[in-house]
């Protein structure tokens, strides 16, 4: 094919600005930057964007005070909606934009899904949020770490919960077939079933988003449950429980930090009360959770969400092993993670070998008077 | 036995929730032939109008019966006013286009609801106020089903009472029908057939409304994607029961809910849709056109 001379000029103009602006893309800038994946909207949104400010004020500190060793942090927001298809475009997305290091993702499907992304191109997350204990134990991700306890140290105070101090004798395990309720749930009726004390005589799934829940609230009747263990999120949960209240059931029933959110109770109203939950400890008494909280209501004039202390740990421990290592390389800074422990919110933490985090765990909550109250 | 009947009422209950969604899908089908996706988020936008009126009424102290009656007048009212705006916007230009682009717009216009909701309300979940009280003469029964579930039933067995006369004895509704026969026909007889489309339109929307608030206050919570699954659920209980018949609806629903419910009794709610999917494909084998509807080719 004959070109003319114009378009001949056009082709290497356009091959200069290309070859221009390549290296503008690969090589990393003067910062260093943090991707912050989640749940930013649909219906977990309130999960994930306490994660969002978090991460922003804990960067605003560190670039005022000059940035880690004179490197300015940069934020790259993306949302995920807590689903695994759109996780993976998510991931891609920041790796493709050069992203250095990730706070994200929010759900443990979701986290799953993107994680091999990121270790291919040498990633390190920091979840503050995603418990399934596959994501640590399996050691497939290497590149995996988090400020939140694995969910076994999770079913276990539920379950320890339901058979010593609500002494129930048969439980009922419901699920929500996803990979965080679902996964909560086995570690739940292995963890009973077990122990000798109570038998499981229930154990199904349910389909998020069904109109109505009431057959499996007859069959949990059916089943003469003496406690209802629900592995799962809150827009179930509160559906379940009230159907279950409008069904003259008192049975008890004990969920996870799925369901400790405040838009459950506010749903749930009246029928939240008295429904147990798991969730991280309590940290009303730590300084520095003071400050976080104290500056999130100045930046926002509002409290902070669900997940909020541990995203701040989150941001923390990676801006820590960041400094101490003086690199975002992957094996430098998981040893520095793993060996450099950082005062948060959450505690003073750092990370065993699977990414785990030493010194953080889950307490019981209960719904009294519209607030989680800490049970002992 | 007493768990039997508990099933069967769980899964009248599921029924009537699904046909009050399917009636107005069956009917926009029956009288157009097109499937309007965007119905589900016409319930949904229905239940957010239900929501915002009752919240700001209840603020205000006014009596339960009154704000029902509010809340419904003005959702159906709204509501209407979104099916009517969609089908000028997105069908009516496609009148007469292939069948299938008037079906991507319409999902396009589900999308697009979503959305628009999502960002103009929350993404959130937000907490449906109880409009239908605990009636004390249900006491005795309330554990196996509620006042809700009651007035659900009632009110689905009343709406496809009146849309069946409507669409024989009156004379918009004889309009509907012989639209639904031959458009080009029904012109030429003097039947002025986009009056007679947006009344259609308006009345499914209506029954939409309905359904969004009796079904929001049975479940007690609501947000921008209720439309979503509640729309799927009653589009297959519309195909199940024929689509078009509104009676077929109906019976499609209810037989989609009870199938759901005894699956998750008998078997196990893993289940639910494995049933709910495998009776629709076993009935379209052996009954193309569904339980009650008639043998017509050459539609979507």
Known sequence: ?376 | MDYFIELFCSGLTRGAIYALIALGYTMVYGIIGLINFAHGEIYMIGAFTAFIVATVLSIYGFPLAAIVVVTGISAAIWSSAYGYTVEKIAYKPLRNAPRLTPLISAIGMSILLQNYVLLAQTSDFLPFPELIPEFAFMEPVAHIIGSSDLVILVTTAISMLLLTLFIKFTRLGKAMRATAQDKTMALLVGINVDRVISATFIVGSLLAAIGGLLIASHIGQINFAIGFIAGIKAFTAAVLGGIGSIPGAVLGSLILGLTESFATGYVSSDYEDVFAFSLLVLILIFKPSGLLGRANIGKV
């Open chain 1, 1 to 376: 094919m004959e070109l003319t001379t114009r378009t001949r000029n056009l082709v290497t103009l356009a091959a200069v600005i290309l070859v221009l602006l390549l290296p503008g893309a690969a090589v990393a800038g003067d910062t260093i930057r943090i991707g912050v994946a989640g749940a930013h909207s649909g219906d977990l949104a309130s999960y994930g964007l306490p994660t969002v400010n978090a991460a922003r004020l804990v960067v605003n500190e560190v670039n005022a005070r000059g940035g880690i060793n004179g490197k300015k942090i940069e934020l790259l927001i993306e949302d995920d909606m807590c689903k695994p298809e759109l996780a993976t475009n998510t991931a891609t997305k920041l790796v493709s934009q050069g992203v250095d290091v990730v706070i994200g993702h929010i759900c443990s499907g979701a986290t799953k899904a993107a994680l091999p992304i990121y270790k291919e191109a040498g990633v390190i997350l920091i979840s503050p949020s995603a418990t399934s204990p596959e994501l640590t134990q399996s050691g497939q991700y290497p590149n995996f770490f988090r400020t939140i306890a694995s969910d076994d140290r999770q079913a276990k105070p539920e379950v320890e919960y339901v058979l010593n101090v609500l002494a129930a004798k048969k439980v009922a395990v419901i699920h929500d077939k996803g990979d965080y309720g679902k996964g909560l749930a086995e570690i739940a009726r292995k963890l009973i079933q077990d122990s000798g004390k109570g038998e499981v005589v229930l154990f199904e799934g349910v389909t998020p988003g069904a109109v109505d829940y009431s057959a499996i609230v007859q069959k949990i009747k059916q089943s003469q449950a003496d406690a209802v263990i629900f592995g799962g999120y809150h827009p179930e949960a509160s559906k379940i429980v009230s159907m279950m209240r409008k069904k003259r059931m008192n049975t008890a029933f004990v969920s996870d930090d799925g369901v400790k959110d405040n838009t459950f109770i506010k749903v749930a109203g009246k029928d939240a009360e008295r429904v147990y939950v798991t969730g991280p400890r309590d940290n009303s008494q730590n300084p520095l959770a003071q400050a976080a909280n104290a500056a999130h209501k100045k930046s926002y004039s509002a409290d902070p969400g669900a997940f909020y202390e541990s995203s701040y740990s989150a941001a923390l421990a990676l801006v820590n092993g960041i400094e101490k290592a003086g690199s975002t390389d992957m094996a430098l800074l998981s040893k520095a993670l793993q060996t450099e422990k950082v005062d948060t919110p959450v505690g003073t933490i750092h990370f065993d070998e699977n990414g785990d985090a030493v010194g953080v765990g889950f307490a019981m909550y209960q719904v009294r008077e519209g607030k989680f109250v800490e049970v002992k």
